[in-house]
Protein backbone atom coordinates (compact mmCIF):
# COMPACT_ATOMS: atom_id res chain seq x y z
CA UNK A 1 0.00 0.00 0.00
CA UNK A 2 1.26 3.11 -0.73
CA UNK A 3 0.30 7.34 0.41
CA UNK A 4 -0.57 9.78 -2.03
CA UNK A 5 -2.42 13.48 -0.66
CA UNK A 6 -5.53 11.59 -0.99
CA UNK A 7 -4.64 9.11 1.28
CA UNK A 8 -3.77 5.35 1.22
CA UNK A 9 -4.20 3.41 -1.99
CA UNK A 10 -3.49 -0.32 -2.72
CA UNK A 11 -1.19 -0.97 -5.00
CA UNK A 12 -2.99 -2.24 -8.11
CA UNK A 13 -0.13 -5.00 -9.60
CA UNK A 14 -0.23 -7.11 -6.19
CA UNK A 15 2.67 -8.35 -5.15
CA UNK A 16 6.38 -6.69 -6.25
CA UNK A 17 8.26 -8.33 -8.79
CA UNK A 18 10.67 -10.52 -7.95
CA UNK A 19 13.48 -9.73 -10.73
CA UNK A 20 15.45 -13.29 -12.34
CA UNK A 21 19.18 -13.27 -12.35
CA UNK A 22 20.14 -13.89 -16.19
CA UNK A 23 23.76 -13.99 -16.81
CA UNK A 24 23.37 -12.38 -20.35
CA UNK A 25 21.38 -11.96 -23.46
CA UNK A 26 20.31 -14.51 -25.95
CA UNK A 27 22.58 -13.39 -28.93
CA UNK A 28 19.88 -14.83 -31.27
CA UNK A 29 16.37 -13.84 -30.43
CA UNK A 30 14.38 -15.10 -33.29
CA UNK A 31 14.42 -18.67 -35.04
CA UNK A 32 12.51 -19.76 -37.74
CA UNK A 33 11.39 -22.95 -39.82
CA UNK A 34 11.87 -22.84 -43.45
CA UNK A 35 8.06 -21.83 -43.89
CA UNK A 36 7.20 -18.54 -46.09
CA UNK A 37 6.64 -15.64 -43.27
CA UNK A 38 3.16 -14.97 -44.05
CA UNK A 39 2.08 -18.30 -42.84
CA UNK A 40 4.41 -18.22 -39.72
CA UNK A 41 2.44 -18.20 -36.51
CA UNK A 42 4.91 -17.04 -33.70
CA UNK A 43 5.80 -18.09 -29.98
CA UNK A 44 7.29 -16.11 -27.69
CA UNK A 45 10.12 -17.18 -25.00
CA UNK A 46 11.09 -14.91 -22.41
CA UNK A 47 14.97 -14.22 -21.50
CA UNK A 48 14.12 -15.95 -18.23
CA UNK A 49 12.53 -19.14 -20.16
CA UNK A 50 16.13 -18.91 -22.20
CA UNK A 51 18.33 -18.97 -19.56
CA UNK A 52 16.06 -21.77 -17.65
CA UNK A 53 16.64 -23.97 -20.66
CA UNK A 54 20.17 -22.72 -21.09
CA UNK A 55 20.73 -23.83 -17.05
CA UNK A 56 18.72 -26.76 -17.12
CA UNK A 57 19.34 -28.60 -20.64
CA UNK A 58 22.62 -27.19 -22.14
CA UNK A 59 24.45 -26.77 -18.81
CA UNK A 60 22.99 -29.74 -16.91
CA UNK A 61 22.89 -27.89 -13.47
CA UNK A 62 20.67 -29.92 -11.04
CA UNK A 63 17.12 -28.11 -10.49
CA UNK A 64 17.89 -26.26 -6.93
CA UNK A 65 21.44 -24.45 -8.47
CA UNK A 66 19.87 -23.56 -11.30
CA UNK A 67 16.85 -21.87 -9.05
CA UNK A 68 19.56 -19.95 -7.14
CA UNK A 69 21.64 -19.26 -10.19
CA UNK A 70 18.31 -17.23 -11.05
CA UNK A 71 17.09 -16.02 -7.44
CA UNK A 72 14.38 -17.98 -7.69
CA UNK A 73 12.77 -20.79 -5.83
CA UNK A 74 13.08 -24.30 -7.29
CA UNK A 75 9.28 -24.49 -7.57
CA UNK A 76 9.54 -20.83 -9.92
CA UNK A 77 12.26 -22.42 -11.73
CA UNK A 78 10.28 -25.14 -12.13
CA UNK A 79 7.28 -23.65 -13.64
CA UNK A 80 9.66 -21.20 -15.60
CA UNK A 81 11.46 -23.99 -17.14
CA UNK A 82 7.91 -26.03 -17.84
CA UNK A 83 6.44 -23.02 -19.60
CA UNK A 84 9.55 -22.38 -21.77
CA UNK A 85 10.01 -26.12 -22.67
CA UNK A 86 5.87 -26.31 -23.30
CA UNK A 87 6.70 -23.01 -25.80
CA UNK A 88 9.80 -24.90 -27.68
CA UNK A 89 7.84 -28.37 -27.74
CA UNK A 90 5.07 -26.05 -29.50
CA UNK A 91 7.13 -24.36 -32.05
CA UNK A 92 8.91 -27.52 -32.81
CA UNK A 93 5.81 -29.97 -33.21
CA UNK A 94 3.58 -27.13 -34.92
CA UNK A 95 5.94 -25.43 -37.31
CA UNK A 96 5.78 -21.96 -35.33
CA UNK A 97 8.77 -19.68 -35.28
CA UNK A 98 10.14 -18.58 -31.43
CA UNK A 99 10.75 -15.69 -30.72
CA UNK A 100 12.73 -14.29 -27.30
CA UNK A 101 11.39 -11.34 -26.26
CA UNK A 102 10.44 -9.77 -22.55
CA UNK A 103 10.36 -10.72 -19.03
CA UNK A 104 11.25 -9.73 -15.37
CA UNK A 105 15.07 -9.81 -15.79
CA UNK A 106 18.18 -8.40 -14.79
CA UNK A 107 21.31 -9.06 -15.76
CA UNK A 108 23.97 -10.88 -13.08
CA UNK A 109 26.27 -8.26 -13.87
CA UNK A 110 25.67 -4.46 -14.76
CA UNK A 111 28.37 -2.27 -15.82
CA UNK A 112 28.45 1.55 -15.12
CA UNK A 113 30.48 4.24 -16.58
CA UNK A 114 31.12 8.45 -14.62
CA UNK A 115 31.98 11.22 -16.60
CA UNK A 116 35.64 11.29 -15.74
CA UNK A 117 35.99 7.74 -17.29
CA UNK A 118 36.03 5.20 -14.32
CA UNK A 119 34.09 1.53 -15.53
CA UNK A 120 33.03 -0.74 -12.91
CA UNK A 121 30.40 -3.67 -11.94
CA UNK A 122 27.56 -3.83 -10.03
CA UNK A 123 26.49 -7.23 -8.98
CA UNK A 124 22.74 -8.60 -9.57
CA UNK A 125 22.58 -8.72 -5.41
CA UNK A 126 23.02 -5.29 -5.34
CA UNK A 127 21.25 -3.86 -8.15
CA UNK A 128 17.91 -5.08 -6.34
CA UNK A 129 18.16 -3.08 -3.74
CA UNK A 130 19.84 0.00 -4.78
CA UNK A 131 21.13 1.73 -7.93
CA UNK A 132 24.57 3.18 -7.39
CA UNK A 133 24.33 6.55 -7.40
CA UNK A 134 27.73 7.26 -7.29
CA UNK A 135 31.17 6.75 -8.63
CA UNK A 136 32.97 4.33 -6.18
CA UNK A 137 36.62 5.99 -7.43
CA UNK A 138 35.95 9.56 -7.80
CA UNK A 139 32.72 9.97 -5.90
CA UNK A 140 31.01 12.19 -8.72
CA UNK A 141 26.91 11.76 -8.86
CA UNK A 142 27.70 11.42 -12.69
CA UNK A 143 27.33 8.04 -13.55
CA UNK A 144 25.61 5.59 -16.45
CA UNK A 145 24.78 2.36 -17.15
CA UNK A 146 26.97 0.91 -20.07
CA UNK A 147 25.22 -1.52 -22.61
CA UNK A 148 22.88 -3.15 -22.70
CA UNK A 149 20.75 0.34 -21.90
CA UNK A 150 17.05 -0.08 -21.30
CA UNK A 151 17.19 -3.04 -20.72
CA UNK A 152 17.71 -3.33 -16.69
CA UNK A 153 14.56 -4.46 -15.42
CA UNK A 154 13.11 -5.13 -18.59
CA UNK A 155 9.49 -5.88 -17.46
CA UNK A 156 7.08 -8.12 -19.50
CA UNK A 157 6.05 -5.45 -22.26
CA UNK A 158 9.53 -4.25 -24.24
CA UNK A 159 8.14 -6.24 -26.96
CA UNK A 160 5.19 -8.03 -28.84
CA UNK A 161 5.36 -11.11 -30.08
CA UNK A 162 2.76 -11.75 -33.32
CA UNK A 163 -0.16 -14.42 -32.27
CA UNK A 164 -1.17 -15.79 -34.90
CA UNK A 165 -0.96 -15.41 -39.07
CA UNK A 166 -0.46 -11.93 -40.43
Same mark, same amino acid.
Given at each position: @? %? +????? !???? *? ?9 ? =?? $?? /?????? !?????? @? $? ?9 ? #? ?12 ? =??? /? ?5 ? !??? /?? &? ?10 ? $?????? +? ?25 ? #? &? @??? %? ?8 ? %??? +?? *? ?8 ? /?? %? ?9
Amino acid at each position: @M %T +INRLG !PVKN *PVGRPVKWRRV =AS $LP /QVSYFK !PAVPLP @M $LDEVCLSVEEV #EALRLKDLVGLEQE =ACA /QEMNVSR !PTF /QR &ILGSGRQKVADA $LVNGKA +IKVDGGNFELALRRFKCNDGHEWDVPF #E &I @MVK %TLPQRCPTCR %TPD +IM *PLWPLGLVKA /QG %TWGRCRRGRR
